[in-house]
């Protein structure tokens, strides 16, 4: 079975640090490109960061930049969000997913389709 699992998230103080796990199984994922999202109640989901599986260059969205980082470790079919300096506002449903292109953006701006998705993370930024 195809899918993708994700693990750790949580509740965390602002200023805090969490990193999300993306388990690929059923398929090898180093030729994707993956992308991690978020999504608030009423909102749309947004991409904030993605990872193109042709030379792994990276994007992130502005809210993001500088705080968050996005990387993979072939050998366990995984990638990782790493987020540090959390903000209230950065509390929301994190989702990951893949897309078989190689790139996932381009000047700037996302060219990610997903083909699989993963079941979605609750973070939560409070004190």
């Known amino acids: 079975q195809v899918q993708l699992v994700e693990s750790g998230g949580g509740l965390v103080q602002p200023g805090g640090s969490l990193r999300l796990s993306c388990a690929a199984s059923?398929?090898?994922?180093?030729?994707?490109?993956i992308g991690w999202f978020r999504q608030v109640p009423g909102k749309e989901r947004e991409e904030i960061s993605c990872?193109?599986?042709?030379?792994?260059?990276?994007y992130y969205a502005d809210a993001v930049k500088g705080r968050f980082t996005i990387y993979r470790d072939n050998g366990k079919n995984t990638g990782y969000l790493q987020m540090n300096s959390l903000k209230p506002e950065d509390t929301a449903v994190y989702y990951c997913?893949?897309?078989?292109?190689?790139?996932?953006?381009?000047?700037?701006?996302?060219?990610?389709?997903?083909?699989?998705w993963g079941q979605g993370n609750q973070v939560t930024v409070s004190s």
């Open positions: 997913a893949v897309d078989r292109a190689g790139d996932c953006y381009i000047d700037g701006e996302s060219l990610f389709e997903a083909d699989v």
């Open positions: 059923g398929f090898t994922a180093d030729s994707y490109s």
């Open positions: 990872m193109s599986s042709s030379d792994d260059s990276k």
